[in-house]
Protein backbone atom coordinates (compact mmCIF):
# COMPACT_ATOMS: atom_id res chain seq x y z
CA UNK A 1 0.00 0.00 0.00
CA UNK A 2 2.74 2.57 1.02
CA UNK A 3 5.21 1.61 -1.94
CA UNK A 4 2.27 1.98 -4.77
CA UNK A 5 1.60 5.69 -2.44
CA UNK A 6 4.93 6.56 -2.22
CA UNK A 7 5.56 5.52 -6.48
CA UNK A 8 2.56 7.14 -7.01
CA UNK A 9 3.87 10.45 -5.46
CA UNK A 10 7.34 10.04 -7.12
CA UNK A 11 4.90 9.58 -10.57
CA UNK A 12 3.49 13.01 -9.77
CA UNK A 13 6.37 14.79 -8.89
CA UNK A 14 8.49 13.63 -12.26
CA UNK A 15 5.15 14.78 -14.30
CA UNK A 16 5.00 17.96 -12.73
CA UNK A 17 8.53 18.68 -13.17
CA UNK A 18 8.31 17.91 -16.59
CA UNK A 19 5.36 19.76 -17.51
CA UNK A 20 7.28 23.14 -16.23
CA UNK A 21 10.19 22.15 -17.96
CA UNK A 22 8.05 22.37 -21.26
CA UNK A 23 6.64 25.41 -20.63
CA UNK A 24 10.58 27.08 -21.08
CA UNK A 25 10.35 25.94 -24.57
CA UNK A 26 13.50 23.45 -24.02
CA UNK A 27 14.36 23.27 -27.31
CA UNK A 28 15.04 26.52 -28.56
CA UNK A 29 17.13 27.86 -25.93
CA UNK A 30 20.84 25.85 -26.87
CA UNK A 31 20.72 27.86 -30.01
CA UNK A 32 20.33 31.38 -28.15
CA UNK A 33 22.82 30.08 -25.76
CA UNK A 34 25.44 29.41 -28.55
CA UNK A 35 24.42 32.92 -30.18
CA UNK A 36 25.56 34.12 -26.35
CA UNK A 37 28.97 31.99 -26.24
CA UNK A 38 30.19 33.39 -29.72
CA UNK A 39 29.91 36.86 -28.89
CA UNK A 40 31.49 36.61 -25.23
CA UNK A 41 34.22 34.48 -27.22
CA UNK A 42 34.90 37.20 -30.01
CA UNK A 43 34.25 39.36 -26.73
CA UNK A 44 37.03 38.30 -25.13
CA UNK A 45 39.49 37.58 -28.46
CA UNK A 46 39.78 34.16 -27.82
CA UNK A 47 39.82 33.56 -23.78
CA UNK A 48 36.63 33.50 -21.87
CA UNK A 49 37.10 32.83 -18.22
CA UNK A 50 34.65 29.24 -17.58
CA UNK A 51 33.13 30.49 -14.61
CA UNK A 52 31.92 33.61 -16.25
CA UNK A 53 31.18 31.15 -19.48
CA UNK A 54 29.17 29.57 -16.86
CA UNK A 55 27.12 32.17 -14.81
CA UNK A 56 25.71 34.02 -18.63
CA UNK A 57 24.87 30.81 -20.43
CA UNK A 58 23.21 30.19 -17.06
CA UNK A 59 21.48 33.75 -16.78
CA UNK A 60 20.37 33.86 -20.18
CA UNK A 61 18.94 29.95 -19.82
CA UNK A 62 16.44 31.18 -16.60
CA UNK A 63 15.87 34.24 -18.69
CA UNK A 64 14.77 33.06 -21.76
CA UNK A 65 13.14 29.90 -19.95
CA UNK A 66 10.98 33.16 -18.08
CA UNK A 67 10.11 35.00 -21.19
CA UNK A 68 9.22 31.77 -23.15
CA UNK A 69 7.06 31.00 -19.86
CA UNK A 70 5.31 34.17 -19.96
CA UNK A 71 4.28 33.97 -23.68
CA UNK A 72 2.93 30.43 -22.76
CA UNK A 73 0.70 32.07 -20.36
CA UNK A 74 -0.22 35.12 -22.73
CA UNK A 75 -0.70 32.56 -25.87
CA UNK A 76 -2.68 29.84 -24.25
CA UNK A 77 -6.18 30.56 -26.10
CA UNK A 78 -4.07 30.14 -29.39
CA UNK A 79 -2.31 27.21 -28.39
CA UNK A 80 -5.25 25.66 -27.01
CA UNK A 81 -6.59 26.44 -30.74
CA UNK A 82 -3.79 25.04 -32.59
CA UNK A 83 -2.64 21.20 -33.27
CA UNK A 84 1.03 21.85 -32.59
CA UNK A 85 0.87 23.57 -29.62
CA UNK A 86 -2.24 21.73 -28.24
CA UNK A 87 -0.31 19.58 -25.91
CA UNK A 88 1.69 22.74 -23.80
CA UNK A 89 1.20 22.29 -20.39
CA UNK A 90 -1.38 25.55 -20.02
CA UNK A 91 -3.65 24.24 -23.04
CA UNK A 92 -3.72 20.65 -21.63
CA UNK A 93 -4.41 21.85 -18.12
CA UNK A 94 -1.30 20.38 -15.98
CA UNK A 95 -0.36 24.07 -15.40
CA UNK A 96 -2.36 26.73 -13.82
CA UNK A 97 -1.75 30.17 -15.44
CA UNK A 98 -1.10 31.64 -11.93
CA UNK A 99 1.97 28.65 -10.87
CA UNK A 100 3.61 29.48 -14.25
CA UNK A 101 3.75 33.31 -13.42
CA UNK A 102 4.90 32.83 -10.11
CA UNK A 103 7.35 29.96 -12.02
CA UNK A 104 8.12 33.31 -14.41
CA UNK A 105 9.06 35.68 -11.60
CA UNK A 106 10.83 33.16 -10.03
CA UNK A 107 13.12 32.27 -12.83
CA UNK A 108 13.52 36.31 -14.16
CA UNK A 109 14.65 36.99 -10.76
CA UNK A 110 16.91 34.79 -9.82
CA UNK A 111 18.51 35.28 -13.98
CA UNK A 112 18.55 38.98 -12.86
CA UNK A 113 20.92 38.27 -9.48
CA UNK A 114 23.08 35.91 -10.67
CA UNK A 115 24.10 38.25 -13.94
CA UNK A 116 24.30 41.50 -11.49
CA UNK A 117 26.53 39.64 -9.32
CA UNK A 118 28.72 37.50 -11.32
CA UNK A 119 28.51 39.15 -14.81
CA UNK A 120 27.45 42.59 -14.26
CA UNK A 121 24.48 44.97 -13.93
CA UNK A 122 24.33 46.13 -18.08
CA UNK A 123 24.48 42.41 -19.25
CA UNK A 124 21.23 41.75 -15.95
CA UNK A 125 19.40 44.48 -17.50
CA UNK A 126 20.40 43.59 -21.46
CA UNK A 127 19.03 40.12 -20.36
CA UNK A 128 15.50 41.54 -18.77
CA UNK A 129 15.26 43.99 -21.37
CA UNK A 130 15.26 40.49 -23.62
CA UNK A 131 12.03 39.49 -21.89
CA UNK A 132 10.28 42.64 -21.65
CA UNK A 133 10.65 42.86 -25.70
CA UNK A 134 9.74 39.59 -26.51
CA UNK A 135 6.16 39.71 -24.33
CA UNK A 136 5.48 42.90 -24.55
CA UNK A 137 6.58 43.97 -27.75
CA UNK A 138 6.62 40.46 -29.97
CA UNK A 139 3.56 38.66 -27.99
CA UNK A 140 1.35 41.24 -26.78
CA UNK A 141 1.40 44.31 -29.13
CA UNK A 142 2.95 42.61 -32.60
CA UNK A 143 2.00 38.65 -32.64
CA UNK A 144 -1.81 38.77 -33.49
CA UNK A 145 -2.01 42.44 -35.09
CA UNK A 146 0.78 42.76 -37.67
CA UNK A 147 2.61 40.50 -40.96
CA UNK A 148 5.80 42.02 -39.73
CA UNK A 149 5.54 40.46 -36.54
CA UNK A 150 8.94 38.53 -36.52
CA UNK A 151 10.58 40.69 -38.11
CA UNK A 152 10.21 43.61 -35.41
CA UNK A 153 10.16 40.78 -33.03
CA UNK A 154 12.76 38.85 -33.91
CA UNK A 155 14.87 41.53 -32.20
CA UNK A 156 14.21 39.63 -28.85
CA UNK A 157 15.67 36.82 -30.05
CA UNK A 158 18.67 38.62 -31.03
CA UNK A 159 19.18 40.38 -27.81
CA UNK A 160 21.53 37.38 -25.71
CA UNK A 161 24.09 38.06 -28.31
CA UNK A 162 24.27 41.67 -26.38
CA UNK A 163 24.32 40.20 -23.15
CA UNK A 164 27.50 37.63 -23.98
CA UNK A 165 29.28 41.07 -24.98
CA UNK A 166 27.96 42.77 -22.21
CA UNK A 167 28.92 39.88 -19.56
CA UNK A 168 32.35 39.93 -20.70
CA UNK A 169 33.24 43.69 -21.14
CA UNK A 170 31.22 45.69 -19.44
CA UNK A 171 29.93 47.23 -22.84
CA UNK A 172 28.33 46.70 -26.00
CA UNK A 173 30.64 46.67 -28.98
CA UNK A 174 30.17 46.99 -32.69
CA UNK A 175 30.66 43.01 -33.04
CA UNK A 176 28.07 42.44 -30.32
CA UNK A 177 25.56 44.54 -32.87
CA UNK A 178 26.88 42.88 -35.60
CA UNK A 179 25.86 39.50 -34.23
CA UNK A 180 22.57 41.13 -33.22
CA UNK A 181 22.14 42.08 -36.49
CA UNK A 182 22.78 38.80 -37.88
CA UNK A 183 20.15 36.97 -35.99
CA UNK A 184 17.94 39.45 -36.48
CA UNK A 185 18.21 38.81 -39.99
CA UNK A 186 18.15 35.45 -40.24
CA UNK A 187 15.19 35.24 -38.04
CA UNK A 188 12.59 36.46 -41.23
CA UNK A 189 14.34 32.67 -43.01
CA UNK A 190 14.09 30.73 -40.08
CA UNK A 191 10.45 31.27 -38.85
CA UNK A 192 8.68 31.87 -42.50
CA UNK A 193 10.20 28.70 -43.36
CA UNK A 194 8.11 26.90 -40.89
CA UNK A 195 5.20 28.96 -41.04
CA UNK A 196 5.08 28.04 -45.06
CA UNK A 197 4.67 24.56 -43.68
CA UNK A 198 2.03 25.57 -40.92
CA UNK A 199 0.61 28.38 -42.46
CA UNK A 200 -3.27 26.58 -42.25
CA UNK A 201 -2.50 26.59 -38.36
CA UNK A 202 -1.98 30.16 -37.80
CA UNK A 203 -4.63 30.74 -40.14
CA UNK A 204 -7.27 29.24 -38.45
CA UNK A 205 -6.37 31.21 -34.86
CA UNK A 206 -6.35 34.03 -37.11
CA UNK A 207 -2.59 35.05 -36.40
CA UNK A 208 -1.36 36.90 -39.19
CA UNK A 209 1.89 35.13 -39.98
CA UNK A 210 3.43 36.24 -43.69
CA UNK A 211 2.00 33.43 -45.67
CA UNK A 212 -1.64 33.81 -43.97
CA UNK A 213 -1.65 37.46 -45.18
CA UNK A 214 0.41 37.58 -48.41
CA UNK A 215 -0.03 34.11 -49.74
CA UNK A 216 3.68 31.92 -50.28
CA UNK A 217 5.06 33.74 -53.06
CA UNK A 218 5.35 36.84 -51.51
CA UNK A 219 7.10 35.15 -48.71
CA UNK A 220 9.19 32.83 -50.50
CA UNK A 221 10.51 36.90 -52.09
CA UNK A 222 11.03 38.20 -48.58
CA UNK A 223 12.75 35.20 -47.30
CA UNK A 224 14.82 35.38 -50.33
CA UNK A 225 15.40 39.22 -50.26
CA UNK A 226 16.26 38.54 -45.81
CA UNK A 227 18.73 35.76 -47.37
CA UNK A 228 20.31 38.17 -49.31
CA UNK A 229 21.04 40.75 -46.91
CA UNK A 230 22.11 38.07 -43.91
CA UNK A 231 24.76 36.95 -46.33
CA UNK A 232 27.07 40.00 -46.45
CA UNK A 233 26.33 41.32 -43.17
CA UNK A 234 27.40 37.61 -41.52
CA UNK A 235 30.69 39.21 -43.43
CA UNK A 236 31.62 42.37 -41.85
CA UNK A 237 32.77 40.38 -39.06
CA UNK A 238 35.77 40.65 -41.27
CA UNK A 239 35.70 43.69 -42.79
CA UNK A 240 35.41 46.08 -41.69
CA UNK A 241 35.71 45.08 -38.41
CA UNK A 242 38.42 42.73 -38.76
CA UNK A 243 37.36 40.38 -35.32
CA UNK A 244 36.94 37.02 -37.15
CA UNK A 245 39.80 35.77 -39.98
CA UNK A 246 39.85 33.38 -42.42
CA UNK A 247 38.51 30.40 -40.96
CA UNK A 248 35.59 31.93 -39.93
CA UNK A 249 35.69 33.05 -43.30
CA UNK A 250 35.50 29.87 -45.24
CA UNK A 251 32.70 28.49 -42.77
CA UNK A 252 30.34 31.68 -43.26
CA UNK A 253 30.99 31.06 -47.43
CA UNK A 254 30.34 27.70 -47.22
CA UNK A 255 27.34 27.74 -44.90
CA UNK A 256 26.32 30.59 -46.72
CA UNK A 257 26.30 28.76 -50.01
CA UNK A 258 23.60 26.09 -48.89
CA UNK A 259 21.60 28.82 -47.66
CA UNK A 260 21.32 30.96 -50.56
CA UNK A 261 20.32 27.25 -52.70
CA UNK A 262 17.83 26.43 -50.19
CA UNK A 263 15.89 29.62 -50.67
CA UNK A 264 16.13 30.13 -54.08
CA UNK A 265 14.68 26.82 -54.51
CA UNK A 266 12.01 27.53 -52.16
CA UNK A 267 11.69 30.57 -54.42
CA UNK A 268 11.40 28.70 -57.64
CA UNK A 269 8.80 26.51 -55.72
CA UNK A 270 6.64 28.51 -52.89
CA UNK A 271 4.07 25.93 -52.44
CA UNK A 272 6.68 22.84 -51.65
CA UNK A 273 6.03 22.21 -48.00
CA UNK A 274 9.26 19.78 -48.57
CA UNK A 275 11.99 22.38 -49.63
CA UNK A 276 10.05 24.95 -46.71
CA UNK A 277 11.04 22.48 -44.31
CA UNK A 278 14.32 21.61 -45.47
CA UNK A 279 15.45 25.71 -45.45
CA UNK A 280 13.84 25.51 -41.89
CA UNK A 281 16.17 22.89 -40.66
CA UNK A 282 19.07 24.14 -42.65
CA UNK A 283 18.09 27.31 -40.86
CA UNK A 284 19.51 26.00 -37.33
CA UNK A 285 22.66 24.15 -37.95
CA UNK A 286 23.26 27.26 -40.14
CA UNK A 287 23.31 29.38 -36.82
CA UNK A 288 24.72 26.85 -34.79
CA UNK A 289 27.79 26.22 -36.95
CA UNK A 290 27.87 29.74 -37.84
CA UNK A 291 28.56 30.52 -34.53
CA UNK A 292 30.85 27.66 -34.14
CA UNK A 293 33.38 29.35 -36.63
CA UNK A 294 33.28 32.14 -34.71
CA UNK A 295 34.13 30.59 -32.00
CA UNK A 296 36.92 28.74 -33.52
CA UNK A 297 38.01 31.64 -35.09
CA UNK A 298 38.98 33.64 -32.37
CA UNK A 299 40.92 31.10 -30.30
CA UNK A 300 44.08 32.43 -30.01
CA UNK A 301 46.07 29.80 -32.20
CA UNK A 302 43.90 29.67 -35.26
CA UNK A 303 43.53 33.60 -35.60
CA UNK A 304 47.31 33.77 -34.83
CA UNK A 305 47.44 30.48 -37.78
CA UNK A 306 44.72 32.21 -39.93
CA UNK A 307 46.59 35.58 -39.87
CA UNK A 308 50.12 34.00 -40.70
CA UNK A 309 48.41 32.54 -43.63
CA UNK A 310 46.32 35.27 -45.34
CA UNK A 311 49.61 37.26 -44.74
CA UNK A 312 51.54 34.95 -46.84
CA UNK A 313 48.89 35.09 -49.32
CA UNK A 314 48.86 39.08 -49.55
CA UNK A 315 52.45 39.00 -50.10
CA UNK A 316 52.72 35.96 -52.56
CA UNK A 317 49.97 38.21 -54.41
CA UNK A 318 52.02 41.08 -54.42
CA UNK A 319 55.51 40.03 -55.23
C1 LIG B 1 10.36 35.94 -33.55
C2 LIG B 1 11.32 35.03 -33.69
C3 LIG B 1 11.09 33.54 -33.80
C4 LIG B 1 9.95 32.84 -34.00
C5 LIG B 1 8.55 33.36 -34.16
C6 LIG B 1 10.32 31.43 -33.97
C7 LIG B 1 9.43 30.39 -34.08
C8 LIG B 1 9.74 29.08 -34.01
C9 LIG B 1 8.79 28.03 -33.99
C10 LIG B 1 7.28 28.23 -34.02
C11 LIG B 1 9.47 26.86 -33.93
C12 LIG B 1 8.87 25.47 -33.87
C13 LIG B 1 8.89 25.08 -32.44
C14 LIG B 1 7.98 23.98 -32.11
O1 LIG B 1 7.73 23.12 -32.95
O2 LIG B 1 7.52 24.01 -30.95
C15 LIG B 1 10.86 27.18 -33.89
C16 LIG B 1 11.87 26.26 -33.78
C17 LIG B 1 13.15 26.59 -33.44
N1 LIG B 1 13.65 27.85 -33.27
FE1 LIG B 1 12.72 29.56 -33.71
N2 LIG B 1 11.66 31.31 -33.78
C18 LIG B 1 12.17 32.57 -33.66
C19 LIG B 1 13.47 32.90 -33.40
C20 LIG B 1 14.41 31.99 -33.04
C21 LIG B 1 15.72 32.35 -32.53
C22 LIG B 1 16.23 33.77 -32.35
C23 LIG B 1 16.36 31.18 -32.27
C24 LIG B 1 17.74 30.97 -31.73
C25 LIG B 1 18.76 31.73 -32.06
C26 LIG B 1 15.46 30.09 -32.61
C27 LIG B 1 15.78 28.76 -32.51
C28 LIG B 1 14.94 27.73 -32.86
C29 LIG B 1 15.32 26.33 -32.77
C30 LIG B 1 16.65 25.77 -32.33
C31 LIG B 1 14.18 25.60 -33.15
C32 LIG B 1 14.06 24.09 -33.27
C33 LIG B 1 13.47 23.54 -32.03
C34 LIG B 1 13.14 22.07 -32.20
O3 LIG B 1 14.06 21.26 -32.27
O4 LIG B 1 11.96 21.78 -32.25
N3 LIG B 1 14.30 30.64 -33.08
N4 LIG B 1 11.02 28.54 -33.95
C1 LIG C 1 17.69 37.64 -23.51
C2 LIG C 1 16.37 37.00 -23.65
C3 LIG C 1 15.71 36.55 -22.41
C4 LIG C 1 15.80 36.87 -24.83
C5 LIG C 1 14.53 36.15 -25.06
C6 LIG C 1 14.66 35.57 -26.41
C7 LIG C 1 13.60 34.62 -26.77
C8 LIG C 1 12.83 33.94 -25.71
C9 LIG C 1 13.43 34.38 -28.07
C10 LIG C 1 12.50 33.40 -28.56
C11 LIG C 1 12.14 33.55 -29.99
C12 LIG C 1 11.09 32.52 -30.32
C13 LIG C 1 11.48 31.11 -30.35
C14 LIG C 1 9.85 32.85 -30.57
C15 LIG C 1 8.71 31.88 -30.82
O1 LIG C 1 7.60 32.60 -30.64
P1 LIG C 1 6.10 32.14 -30.78
O2 LIG C 1 5.41 32.56 -29.53
O3 LIG C 1 5.53 32.70 -32.01
O4 LIG C 1 6.21 30.56 -30.90
P2 LIG C 1 5.05 29.50 -30.74
O5 LIG C 1 4.16 29.66 -31.92
O6 LIG C 1 5.79 28.18 -30.74
O7 LIG C 1 4.36 29.77 -29.44
Redesign the pocket.
Known amino acids: MIGTSVSRHHENFVQVVRSYYQLT?PR?IPL?LITTAASMWIAGEGRVNPLLLLVTLAG?TL??AA??TI?CIY?RDI?YAMER?RHRPLPAGKVQPRDALIFAIALATISFTLLAVFANLLSAL??MS??VF?VAIY?HLL?RHTAQNIVIGGA??A??AL?GWAAVTGTVGWAAWVIFAIVFLWTPPHFWALALMIRDDYAKVGVPMLPVVVGNEQTTKQIWLYSLILIPATFTLIYPLNVSGLVYGVIAASLAIVFIKKAWALLQNPDSKELAKSLFLYSIIYMMLLCAGMIVDSLPIVHNLSSAIATSIQTLLNS
Do not use: H
Open positions: KILGAAAQNDDTLAGIYTKAGIPV
